[in-house]
Structure formats: C-alpha cells, structure tokens
C-alpha cells in the first residue's frame, strides 16, 4: 500500500473507532447518572 493509502486508512479507522469509544463512554455515563439517581 502507498503512504496516502495508510495514513487515509489510519484516518478513517481513528475516525470510526473514536466514535464508537465515545459512544460508549456516553453510555456508561447515562448509566451511572440514573443509578445515582435512583439511589435514595
């Protein structure tokens, strides 16, 4: 593979994974808060 081919490829996984990471990490934290919440 050329260098653009690679450094395009890292791009767009970074791109996907860090959006699925953050996904996540928001869900976790809606989990918690109503955890919280619920606890008297």
């Known amino acids: 593979m050329t260098a653009s081919a690679v450094i395009t490829m890292m791009l767009i996984l970074g791109f996907v994974w860090g959006g699925l990471g953050l996904i996540l990490v ?15």
């Open 26 to 40: 928001t869900a976790v934290r809606r989990e918690r808060a109503k955890q919280v919440a619920d606890k008297p």
